[in-house]
């Protein structure tokens, strides 16, 4: 359009606004102006306007001795920006004034309405990706998010997300520490797990955990990572960071991890992230229809199921780490310095630990491949560095701890067996655990502590806050009137830890239900 042309329009166009009723304000945010222009234009008649629009006609403007260079560069370039014209200028013009980047872009503007050059957008166009095979493809891709802590901090978690291309059937597992590629594996192997099945390829960004490089097109995958995909038979995609055509569904997975999980959560500890995680996956995620497909990724992975590869647990081969042997004094040697293992750790002789190197510090293994801790590398030499938890027998006081809770139930062998397994399932936690289930049980009834017992060794579920919330539930169920909760304080770092007492939020006996399948 005429720049001219297109100012008359403008100028009776803002008129009309103001004849409806419209502020100055909301005109110059409508049409684009700064306020001061639209009413420096409001205060003109026609006939003033006119004389004015003709005195810019013929008005000498900074840039004109110009004009033929930019027109010739717009008509070569069209799509070129404003700041890139007024680089070339001051390139090819020696004597270029100094003038703002605004009277570029004006006089810009005003070439490309004069010689009708209208700025030519190279966006992307995108089309709709058809919906591929059931059992064909899943996604897969990382989140970060800083939570709160219930003591009032802040904690950084990670997350790997997983979902079925077809059913959009999700799952999340969050980590504490950066991903490295054992836990990259252990990810892959719950997510199939929880699933039930295996799709033929998967599609992630290239990420380093899991190529070296892209040599030409050929991609490198890391030694540990392929060996996995070769077990585990699935074949691997590798796209760029921010395609939506190609793995945009697990990035919008990511976007609804963060902004309806774990959007305000507070967080306790890690294994309470990913109970809640899994308990949010059934109950929301996967259990309402999907906001594209309108259907129900649950009931969809049922059709699914028949078209994905049977899951069955795969042998991962364990990388070799060095072996160092343990010491009398329950320390191991390593790079100059000694570092402490738990007590009780040296079993005489020959005992030997792994000894694991990531990053900053180390992870000493048992024989098993089990973490039994880890320490921050000394940069100095000869130093001894003990840590003090590594001072207790903890062995001994943990299975005092069992006997003595198991001593308070009804039926004390079921109640050790119970407990063996939350040991099994939760070692890290062992011991707030049983401090938390030691008080629920000292404040229950024997038949309500019996019989929470034995619903939740029916049904798998492991946990003290599990065990509180079913036996709150049979209370409920048997005493219809308001009861008093009682608050069960953890307190996992030995006492005068601000934050450690807060009493954590009660689950819903429903999502247990949920996840077994019962109505």
Request: charged share 25%; aromatic share 10%.
């Amino acid at each position: 359009m005429n720049y001219y042309l297109h100012r008359i329009m403008l100028y009776h166009h803002i008129h009309k606004l103001s004849r409806q009723g419209r502020s100055v304000s909301w005109i110059s945010s409508e049409v684009g102006l700064n306020w001061r222009t639209v009413k420096r234009l409001l205060s003109m008649d026609e006939r003033t306007f006119q004389e004015d629009l003709e005195r810019g006609r013929t008005r000498e403007k900074i840039l004109d001795p110009y004009e033929g260079f930019l027109r010739d560069r717009l008509s070569l370039y069209p799509d070129t920006s404003a700041a890139q014209l007024h680089d070339w200028l001051k390139e090819h013009h020696a004597g270029f004034p100094q003038v703002s980047q605004k009277t570029v872009f004006n006089y810009v503007q005003y070439m490309r309405d004069k010689y009708n050059i209208p700025r030519e957008d190279s966006a992307r166009q995108y089309m709709a990706v058809e919906e591929l095979p059931y059992g064909r493809q899943g996604q897969a891709d990382f989140g970060f998010y800083n939570m709160r802590t219930t003591a009032g901090g802040s904690k950084k978690v990670q997350f790997f997300t997983f979902v079925l291309s077809r059913s959009r059937h999700k799952y999340v597992q969050f980590s504490d520490v950066p991903f490295t590629c054992e836990l990259l594996v252990e990810a892959h192997e719950r997510a199939f797990e929880f699933i039930g099945g295996v799709p033929v390829e998967v599609v992630y960004d290239q990420d380093r955990l899991m190529m070296v490089s892209e040599n030409l097109g050929d991609i490198i995958l890391t030694r540990e990572f392929r060996a996995y995909v070769g077990q585990r038979g699935i074949t691997t995609w590798f796209c760029r960071r921010a395609d939506p055509e190609s793995k945009g569904k697990v990035e919008n997975v990511v976007k609804y991890v963060k902004r309806n999980f774990l959007y305000n959560r507070h967080y306790r500890d890690l294994e309470t992230l990913n109970d809640e995680a899994v308990a949010w996956l059934h109950r929301t995620a996967n259990n309402l229809p999907h906001g594209t497909t309108g259907k129900v990724p649950r009931e969809e992975l049922q059709i699914e199921l028949a078209s994905l590869n049977p899951f069955y647990p795969v042998t991962i081969p364990q990388p070799e780490y060095p072996v160092h042997a343990v010491r009398r004094d329950n320390t191991i040697s390593w790079k100059g310095n000694l570092y402490s293992v738990p007590l009780g750790t040296y079993a005489g002789p020959g005992t030997t630990v792994a000894v694991k190197p990531s990053g900053e510090g180390i992870t000493v293994l048992d024989a098993a491949g089990s973490t039994l801790c880890t320490h921050r590398v000394s940069p100095l030499k000869g130093q001894k560095i003990i840590l003090t938890d590594h001072k207790r027998d903890k062995g001994v006081a943990i299975a005092e701890m069992m006997e003595k809770l198991a001593a308070m139930m009804p039926d004390r062998e079921a109640a050790m067996q119970w407990l063996e397994l939350i040991k099994q399932s939760k070692p890290r936690y062992i011991r707030d655990q049983l401090q938390a289930l030691t008080e629920t049980v000292g404040g229950l009834e024997p038949q309500v502590a019996a019989r929470a017992l034995e619903y939740c060794m029916a049904h798998g579920i492991l946990g003290a806050a599990d065990f509180r919330a079913v036996a709150s539930k049979l209370i409920a169920g048997t005493r219809p009137q308001q009861t008093e909760t009682k608050v069960v304080r953890l307190n996992p770092l030995g006492g005068g830890v601000p934050g450690a007492g807060i009493q954590p939020d009660r689950s819903s006996i429903s999502d247990y239900e949920t996840l077994l399948g019962r109505s």
